[in-house]
């Protein structure tokens, strides 16, 4: 069985920090309540997860994308080769046209990283 999720693209979760580790860490170890016998929650049918946002540019359309490969995926179950090189090219050529775009820009995490160093270093107000 296949799965696709579609949402309204209005939030996008590509480009959120650190969502390809959250999904590789949930393939890896999914979350699951040892003691209910009914869930059965597991990856093991899912090939992977790719994460597209469309971006308007005049006339033209280019896509943001971020490919998760499973690696626990039953072989029967498993994306071809060629499918999973495409998903994989093309999540590298988004995050080099993202470092482009936004050299010398801090990212979203840097920036939290910066503000909780801060935070640590600032004596306490109480």
């Known amino acids: 069985m ?3 999720l579609v949402d309204d693209c209005t939030v996008t979760v ?5 969502l390809a580790e959250y ?10 309540v040892p003691k209910d016998r009914d869930d059965r929650w597991t990856y093991e049918r899912l090939g992977g997860v790719l994460f597209l946002q ?11 994308v971020d490919f998760v490969v ?3 995926v039953l072989p029967s179950c498993a994306l ?3 499918v999973v090189f495409l998903f994989s090219k093309l999540r590298d050529i988004t995050e ?19 503000r909780w160093a801060l935070e640590k270093t600032e004596p306490s107000s109480n």
Not at 14 to 18: A, D, K, Q
Not at 54 to 64: A, F, I, L, Q
């Open 2 to 4: 296949r799965s696709i």
């Open 14 to 18: 590509v480009g959120l920090p650190f």
């Open 23 to 32: 999904v590789q860490q949930e393939f890896l170890c999914p979350g699951r």
């Open 54 to 64: 469309p971006e308007s540019r005049g006339t033209t359309v280019k896509y943001k």
């Open 70 to 72: 499973n690696p626990s």
């Open 80 to 82: 071809p080769p060629p």
């Open 96 to 114: 080099e046209r993202e470092k482009q775009r936004y050299a010398g820009v801090p990212s979203f995490s840097e920036m939290l990283k910066e």
